[in-house]
């Protein structure tokens, strides 16, 4: 079984749509290991996006992912990495495929609803940032 980290944005908070998506990956077969509910500081913002540091989208990205809460959780599965990269769409939602999270609810490329790590790497070190280093455990 295989681990990776989803995180419905503050986009999909407001939206009040977080039990369509979790239910989303329920009905796929995955099983929700570790869920919390919480509102990013700008530092532990910055710090979990710290790789995309200096680039344009940055300080824009920081502030979208402080505007309100937001829900990391950890979905188990055999190879949960790529079918929940699949199950989110492209992160464009006018590229993202018919039936996919971000086709169904995001708005923009900027406000796409819901993030999903994109290796075990970066998996490990997501599950680890919220689930560890924040103590949301």
């Known amino acids: 079984m295989e681990k990776t980290l989803s995180i419905i944005k503050p986009d999909g908070v ?5 039990g369509s998506i979790l239910s989303r990956f329920e009905i796929s077969g995955f099983e929700i290991v570790n869920i919390k509910l919480i509102k990013l500081t700008k530092d532990q913002a910055s710090s979990f996006y710290e790789m995309h540091k200096g680039k344009p989208f940055f300080e824009n990205l920081v502030d979208f992912m402080t505007s ?21 769409g492209s992160t464009n939602p006018d590229e993202a495929a018919s039936g996919t999270i971000r086709s169904d609810f995001a708005d923009s ?9 994109d290796s075990k790497e970066s998996a490990d070190r997501e599950i680890a940032f919220f689930f560890e280093y924040l103590g949301l455990k």
């Open 14 to 18: 407001k939206k009040k749509i977080i």
């Open 68 to 88: 309100g809460p937001c829900i990391p959780f950890v979905v188990e599965g055999v190879d949960s990495i790529k079918s929940v990269r699949e199950m989110m």
């Open 109 to 117: 490329i900027d406000s796409n609803i819901i993030h999903g790590s």
